[in-house]
């Protein structure tokens, strides 16, 4: 196994242990039915990359490991409400999630609605937790910093144009690329910002664990569209040419099928010469982009 | 008009004008039918009850207005999401709120979804402004408190067990308790702990505030129960008896029409007996407890 996909395996359990502790249990929850839709929504799957980005941007400035994971941990509860609510009726309407029912399908829409909500929440409360993060400063920081990546003009914005997308009579395929800069890359920015900060990096290094963040998050939405055209129903695991279907612009229709592959290794270039001054410390990274820019899956 | 009056609409323009500035325009924002799904939700009416608490709370203590003000309107956008996703078809099914359509009627269903999402990331992102709040320290702990508040083991939570009771066979009428504590009363407790956090107050202060905003919150819901009974439509500006119908168990089931109103006066002297050291300072707040045990609408 190469170093990315161990550290990601790591990451993941390390993760799902911390969710679980965290999480409210059904058994002594205020809530019963809220706490135990609330962990079937965050517990049990999912890769954690965004995770495994918060710690592995963390060792690239020498962070404190336990700090990133309780992080990555916070990061994970957003994205989950964010794919909870995702899935509702009224937006993408999925049954499916991680090979299980989504939240409404197993509980009901009434309770995914509150589920997300208070997943949302509890991201918010892990970051201002003062035990795994002791310096006030950086806790209110990492707040202000989750609450722009994930609200109108980040996340959710770019849920909102996504939806917009699909029922547009006309495409725009400039918006492709602003969906994506708000509705993954923005937390992929800040996942990799979290990272440099608890290892107190400085302005300049801030602004390339941008620009790293930007080339990982584009790599990855490059290519799962490469994948939405080319690849089989059997080596994706979902239905292929599912956005095409759904009315949504990607990538391919952007920059077509050749374009799309040179973007996509242009971008690995630009990632691993953002990560030439780390040396053995970015290894993970590394692999990570290589894996991205060629999966087949 | 007396001086609850008074400050609760000099309150409320402060509010107004506070959420205008820092609300995103339709014209500017990433996503403008987002920008104004949210503007509808958190401008143009409500009493503004929660921010007028975080303020007089602040000048018990000499806290600063500028920033209690601050948070009343972090308090106000997480409030307001709370009143989008209860009005959502799922939820409570509500056409109308503030005498204008819900979110959901307006705009549709998935917008008002992703509006009162991004109104919760809003409240965290304005209590993390270091303009408006530059002590770091407090700035955290007023996320941290806020996320308690809000969370599965308070608003969110309160708002299940509110769905819950709705459609169960049998009624515990205790639960009309719990339901309250959490659903109503946490938000009330951090606006009035928001405010004397902001004046630096002590432990046995703060557990004071909490008696305090029990105490509001309790007489609140206590004399709405007893309105939903017995007040009519014209008084109450909508359906009388529409708790009871929806099969919630209410105060006056648990303590009769006689005995709720025989709790409202004594919750009327505890808060009395709280504000007792402050003294003139505590006007409004006395005249709003006075107000909240008599009111006819």
Chains 1, 2 share one sequence.
Do not use: N, W
Request: proline fraction near 3%; charged fraction near 30%.
């Amino acid at each position: 196994m190469d170093v990315f996909r161990q550290r990601l395996q790591e990451t993941a359990e390390a993760i799902e242990a911390l969710l679980d502790r965290a999480l409210p249990r059904p058994d002594t929850a205020a809530a019963p039915r809220l706490a135990a839709a609330m962990r079937h929504a965050a517990l049990g799957g999912g890769k954690r990359l965004r995770p495994f980005l918060v710690r592995e941007a963390a060792r690239l400035f020498d962070g404190d490991d336990a700090q990133a994971l309780h992080v990555g941990a916070a990061l994970e509860c957003l994205h989950c409400y964010s794919l909870v609510h995702d899935d509702l009726p009224a937006m993408d309407d999925d049954d499916l999630r991680r090979g299980r029912p989504t939240v409404h399908r197993a509980f009901d829409e009434a309770t995914a609605i509150l589920a997300g909500d208070a997943l949302q929440t509890m991201a918010f409360q892990l970051l201002t937790d003062e035990r795994a993060l002791p310096d006030a400063a950086l806790r209110a920081r990492l707040v202000s910093e989750l609450a722009r990546a994930s609200g109108e003009a980040g996340m959710v914005g770019g849920q909102m144009l996504d939806l917009e997308a699909e029922t547009a009579e006309t495409h725009d395929p400039e918006q492709v690329v602003t969906i994506q800069r708000l509705k993954t890359g923005a937390l992929f920015r800040f996942a990799m910002r979290a990272g440099a900060l608890l290892g107190r990096a400085g302005a300049e290094d801030m602004a390339r664990m941008d620009a790293l963040a930007d080339a990982i998050g584009l790599a990855f939405q490059i290519t799962d569209d490469i994948l939405d055209v080319e690849a089989t129903a059997e080596e994706l695991g979902k239905t292929p040419g599912k956005d095409a279907a759904a009315g949504k612009a990607t990538f391919v229709d952007l920059l077509g099928l050749e374009g799309a592959r040179r973007r996509a290794r242009e971008l690995l270039e630009e990632a691993l010469a953002a990560l030439s001054p780390h040396g053995e410390k970015a290894d993970a990274l590394r692999a990570a982009m290589h894996f991205i820019v060629t999966r087949r899956y």
